[in-house]
């Protein structure tokens, strides 16, 4: 089970940090995961962290805004939103997958939690 906190109002150009903590091993054996779905759009890809090797991506559009942590024990995943842009408005998931590879694409998360809701104003 997967709990995502964080999300809020905040203006352009602040921050806001969200933190997804998972029940059990998760995140000790799962690569751990953020999406976002904005308002009619398609839910999208937004960082990832791996559990084996800590091989972490990004997004494009986030790239060197956003940084993507874990905690020592493995049980907390960190979402650092940096230089917020009110592009960045939607609802943030987190997820866990299985797999190592291929872990920008929804389909490969088997795990998710409830959405939170990331607004930021201009």
């Known amino acids: 089970q997967l709990q995502a906190f964080g999300g809020g109002l905040v203006q352009a150009g602040g921050s806001l940090r969200l933190s997804c903590t998972a029940s059990?091993?998760?995140?000790?054996?799962?690569?751990a995961g953020w999406f976002r779905q904005a308002p009619g759009k398609e839910c999208e890809f937004v960082a990832a962290?791996?559990?084996?090797?800590?091989?972490?991506l990004y997004a494009d559009s986030v790239k060197g805004r956003f940084t993507i942590s874990r905690d020592s024990a493995k049980i907390t995943v960190f979402l650092q939103m940096d230089t917020l842009k009110p592009e960045d408005t939607a609802v943030y998931y987190c997820a866990a997958s299985p797999f190592a590879n291929g872990i920008v694409e929804v389909r490969r998360y088997d795990y998710w939690g409830q959405g939170t809701l990331v607004t930021v104003s201009s």
């Open positions: 962290i791996g559990y084996r090797d800590r091989r972490i």
């Open positions: 059990g091993r998760t995140f000790q054996v799962y690569t």
